[in-house]
Structure formats: C-alpha cells, structure tokens
C-alpha cells in the first residue's frame, strides 16, 4: 500500500496593529484576518488565541484595558462572521499589563496565533 502522505501542519501568527484610541477593522486588518480564516479552515480541530493589547506608555491602566478588549472582540466578532466557529477561538484581553513590544506605540495591536 502507498504510504500516507504526511501533513505538515504549519502555525499561523498575524498582528493587528492600531493607532491611539482604535480598534476599527479597516479593509487592510481584513485581509489579515482572511489568512486567518483560511488557516482555520484548513486546520478545523486547531484552536487560535487572540490577545489584545495596548500601549503602557498613554492613557491609563482602565482605558487601556478597554480598548484591548474592544480590539480582541471586534477581531472575534469578525472571525465569527467569516465562519470561523466560537469554538475555536481562545480570546485574552492584558490592558497594558503586557507589552509583547520594546517599541510602545506597536503594543496597541492584536496578535492572533494558531499552533
């Protein structure tokens, strides 16, 4: 018998980034979370994190905290709304609390990884 082909399963991992006081998804971000969507596709038993974010260095600790929010649930809503299932999506807002970035202004930003 021929031998099973081997599937390399290869992660995914996008970065939203926003200006101060964003978290619109303009049609730039879409395009992003459309490699998303395929790769959820293509893998369907694979679960993604979605982790909003947002800069220390403005604002204030409960501002900050609000605006990841809102980016990490309008990147889900969106996903959801593609056909992405709510199952497969694992979803982390840090305020300011985590800065995945040295350079502040990048900390506003989603970052959505599928392994």
């Known amino acids: 018998p021929a031998p099973k082909p081997v599937v390399i399963e290869t992660p995914v ?4 980034f926003y200006a101060l006081r964003e978290s619109d998804l303009t049609s730039d971000r879409e395009n992003i979370l459309n490699k998303v969507v395929e ?11 979605i982790s909003g974010y947002a800069d220390k260095g403005t ?4 501002l900050n ?3 990841a929010k809102q980016r ?3 990147v889900v809503d969106m996903l959801k709304k593609k ?3 709510a199952s497969q999506m694992v979803v982390n807002s840090y305020g300011d609390t985590v800065q995945p970035f040295a350079d502040n202004d990048k ?3 989603v970052i959505i990884e599928g392994k």
Do not use: D, F, H, S
């Open 13 to 16: 991992k996008e970065t939203i």
């Open 39 to 49: 790769w959820c596709k293509k893998y369907p038993n694979k679960t993604i994190n």
């Open 65 to 67: 905290a609000g605006y």
């Open 83 to 85: 056909g992405v299932p």
């Open 59 to 62: 604002g204030n600790p409960t």
């Open 107 to 109: 900390n506003r930003c």
């Open 72 to 74: 990490a649930e309008k």
